[in-house]
Structures are given as C-alpha cells and as structure tokens.
C-alpha cells in the first residue's frame, strides 16, 4: 500500500531532524567522556575518597552534616578532588602552603560560583575579577578606613543595647530559654543599616525586615546545593525547576529591598539641605562611597556597578557577622569557664558597659582569642573558590593544569589536626601571641588573605566585639542539652535549627 503524500512530504524532514539531534546528543557524550578522561588524568596524582559512579560527592554535603569533611582531612593530607557528578571535580585544598601558594595568585573567580550568585547579588566585588575588580576595591576602600569605623562604635553598641532591651523584656529574672540566632540576625542588620547606609530602620521593634532576613537565607541555600548539584549546573533544567523558580522570586525581593535603600538616598540628596546635613557628619558611610566612585568615573562605575555592590555588601555583611556573634555565644556557653574570664575582662575595660569606643575594643586580649578561636571553629564562610588561569605547582612537586576549579576549604583548614592538635576542641589560648608566632600564617583564614582579602574584617572584628562585651555585661549564657547545635552546608556555615541558648539577667 502506497504512502499517503502528506506521510511521504513529513517522513524525511523528521528524519533529518531526528539524525541531526541524535548527532547533536552522541557529540555531547563524546565531549563529557573526553571531559572526565581528562581530569581523571589530571588528578591522578591526588588520591580521593571513594565516589559513586553518577552523584561523586555531593553526598558529603547534602546529608547536611558537614563534620562528614573532617573525616576526609584527616585520612587525606593537604588535599583530595571533590566530584560533583560524574564529569566534573572541584580540587579541595585545605593546607597552609598549599593554601599560600593558591591565595598570592590573582585566578579569577569561579565561573560556577559567579554565575549561580550574579543573578541574585549582582557583579560587586565578590564576583569581579581583573581590572575592574581593582578599581572597585580601590573606589570603595576609603568606606572602611579607620577614622570611619571607629565613629561606628557608639551605632553599634545602640543596636546591641536595643538587643538587650528585648532579651530584658522576654527573660525578666528567669533562666529563660531563647533562639538567639533570629535575634542576631536582626541586630546584625539594624548595624548593617545604620553604620554603612546611615538609615534607621527599627528593623528590631516592628519586623518589617523579616521578609528580607528569610529571603536571604533561602536563597543562599538554593545557591549552595545549585553548586553541589551537577544537574543544576545546566542552566535550562535549573530555570524550569522548581527550586530555579523560588530563586527568581528571592532575587526580585532582594533587588527590591536594595533599590529602595539607593533611591532613599538619593532622594535625600536631591534635597538642598539634607545634603548639607551629609557633609556635617562626622564621617561618609559606605553608600557616600560609592556614590563618591559613581561621580568620579561616572563612564565606567554604571548604576549597574552601584546597585551590585550595595547588594553584595548587604549580603555579605550581614549574614557574616550574624553567624560569628551566634557561634561564639554558644562556645562560650559550652566553656562558662572562658565565658567568665571574658566578662571579667570586660568589666575590668568597660565597667557598666554605658559607654564603649574603638581603644577599648583593642584593649579585650582575651575576649579577642576567643573570638578568633571560634571563627576557627565556625567560620562564616566554609570556603573560597578560583579557576586556574595558569597552571599551578604546590610545593611538594604536585600540579594541576589551568582551567581546573580549586576549593580553599577554609572550614578544612580551620579543623585539619595536622596544624591543630585536638581540632574539635575550644582554646582560645591557641591565639595568644606566642603561640601564633609559631603557627603558619596561612592556617587561619577566616577572612581569607592576599590581595582578595575581605575588605570589611575589620568592621566585623569590631562589631562581634561590641556585640560579645555588651552581652557578657548583661547576661550569663547556658546550652540547653537537649538541642545540641547541628551544622548546615550553607554559603555560610549556619546551624541546623537555630542556636537555643538559656539566658540569666545578671544582677
């Protein structure tokens, strides 16, 4: 029986397509395998913990347990390759000279990083690399030169002591027990908002931050397991997934918070006189930097530049610096014997606590090692990543080819006991100043090192200062046994279920 003509018209046009996609698919299978067989080579000299055959890694984070890593550290000295399904492999590094040659490199960032957080933070200094990376970091530093911070001190303390207010109305004289992580997060923003966008907000009192505060942490953990998913690096399964959808309704919330905060502020300065009232301050904010950038190269400095790195400051320096005071607040509930050394310090330097400023700050020796000490055991940011752009050779002879992904773990670094004996353990004493003497000084890096250094760490030390001194004034912290902390994978190192502290008002 013969074809009917509309069958024979269609039949060879179908074919055609059908072969040319089939082509199209044996090509792309083609370049993955050739993919795999290359890196396989080239890790070949760095043994791996054992991986399954289509997910590689990605269960040593997605099991939400991430002490599963000091495992890895300690069988596995100075490095392994981390495979992120079967055809790709971050290169892990979590060494002193392994992570000193990396970080005196100027590698761009990785493009896998970049290109996941661009849509939600924009392309600020997180996410630049080359020369207009420089001339960002050069426009903005005067933002954070030390005249600045230290009028930001007295901003701070009034955050901290609105804080406390509310601890005081919510404890009375009761051992009270409270999730102090959300309060954290709200003093941390009230800070945030008042120091570098000189606005009050009251975020503290009436909640009308909570929307952002939610946003930020659910869109930082779509990000994370985006990297850790080999599936949602291809852009089309990610963007029709439901997770790619919540992401693009995060980011319009987040870019609507951000364009409010610049175009308050340039409303006010299209006012005569509260422009004047700007030039009477004591000090310019970040926000007057950046403005003060956009005027000065106004060619390449777009609004674009502007609104990225509000952004990524927004981001980075809330969620940093909330999860550093959280952190140390529970180690020293842990350890009451160093919680009390540090508020008799602090007493000792501020008496009643009624009033604080910058000298006092640098005067808290003790307090200071055991902030450091527990950025080392719970550093904000677990890790820092960079595309080789050259290849690089380490310094026991090993090398890696340009184009492959390195990983600093920092949260590695901080918990390998080939620099730190008994790693899991709480001693502030390990930072005193002989004892860093002798230590290699790139085994802590909590705010990384060379010249991507963070440029904001010195408003952090200072902040988690503040923050620590005026609650160890005015309450005694203790851990509730039934809700140990659990680690989160996360952009930054979050706990699992909030931090439960039990709280005593101090006479």
């Not at 959300?182 to 929307?211: A, G, P, R, W």
């Not at 060619?299 to 981001?315: A, P, R």
Request: proline residues 6%; glycine residues 4%; aromatic residues 12%.
């Amino acid at each position: 029986m013969e074809s009917s003509w509309l069958e024979t018209h269609w039949a060879r046009p179908f074919y055609l397509a059908l072969a040319f996609c089939l082509a199209l698919g044996l090509l792309q299978v083609i370049r993955l395998l050739l993919q795999r067989h290359r890196l396989l080579r080239d890790l070949r000299p760095f043994p791996t913990p054992p991986t399954h055959w289509l997910y590689g890694h990605q269960k040593i984070f997605r099991q939400s347990d991430i002490k599963k890593l000091e495992e890895i550290v300690e069988k596995y000295p100075c490095a392994f390759p981390f495979w992120i399904g079967p055809f790709q492999a971050f290169f892990y590094i979590y060494d002193p000279e392994y992570a000193k040659t990396f970080l005196s490199r100027t590698d761009p960032k990785s493009k896998y990083l970049c290109k996941f957080t661009t849509p939600v933070i924009g392309e600020g200094l997180v996410n630049l690399n080359g020369p207009k990376w420089f001339q960002h970091r050069r426009l903005l530093t005067p933002g954070f030169h030390l005249n600045t911070l230290k009028s930001y001190v007295e901003m701070m303390a009034h955050s901290v002591n609105t804080m406390l207010g509310k601890w005081e109305r919510i404890c009375g004289t009761q051992n009270t027990l409270l999730d102090i992580s959300e309060h954290i997060d709200l003093m941390t923003l009230d800070v945030l908002m008042k120091c570098i966008f000189s606005k009050e907000t009251n975020c503290q009192i009436n909640s009308n931050f909570d929307y952002y505060i939610k946003a930020i942490r659910e869109g930082t953990t779509i990000i994370f397991y985006r990297v850790y998913n080999f599936l949602y690096h291809h852009d089309m399964i990610f963007k029709f997934s439901s997770q790619g959808h919540r992401l693009w309704e995060i980011s319009k919330i987040l870019h609507q918070h951000t364009e409010k905060v610049i175009q308050e502020r340039k409303n006010s300065l299209r006012d005569e006189k509260k422009q004047e009232n700007v030039q009477k301050r004591r000090y310019q904010d970040f926000l007057d930097t950046v403005f003060s950038a956009q005027a000065e190269i106004a060619n390449s400095f777009s609004d674009t530049d502007l609104w990225s790195e509000v952004n990524t400051f927004m981001l980075a320096g809330h969620e940093t610096v909330a999860g550093g005071i959280s952190w140390l607040l529970y180690h020293l509930a842990l350890y009451p014997e160093h919680q009390e050394r540090c508020r008799e310090e602090i007493r000792s330097i501020l008496g009643d606590g009624s009033s604080i400023n910058w000298d006092q700050l640098g005067e808290m020796s003790y307090t200071t090692m055991c902030v450091k000490e527990s950025l080392r055991l719970a550093p904000p940011v677990l890790s820092l990543s960079r595309e080789l752009s050259k290849p690089i050779t380490f310094p026991d002879g090993r090398s890696l080819p340009a184009g492959m992904t390195l990983v600093l773990s920092i949260w590695g670094l901080h918990h390998n006991p080939a620099i730190w004996e008994n790693p899991k353990v709480f001693d502030p004493l390990r930072f005193s100043p002989e004892n860093n003497d002798q230590r290699h000084p790139y085994s802590f890096l909590p705010f990384s090192a060379g010249p991507r250094n963070c440029i904001g760490q010195n408003f952090a030390m200072a902040e988690i200062k503040v923050a620590i001194a005026l609650i160890l004034l005015s309450f005694k912290v203790t851990p509730d046994p039934t809700r140990p902390l659990v680690t989160m994978p996360h952009c930054f190192l979050k706990p699992k279920n909030g931090v439960y502290l039990h709280l005593k008002k101090l006479p």
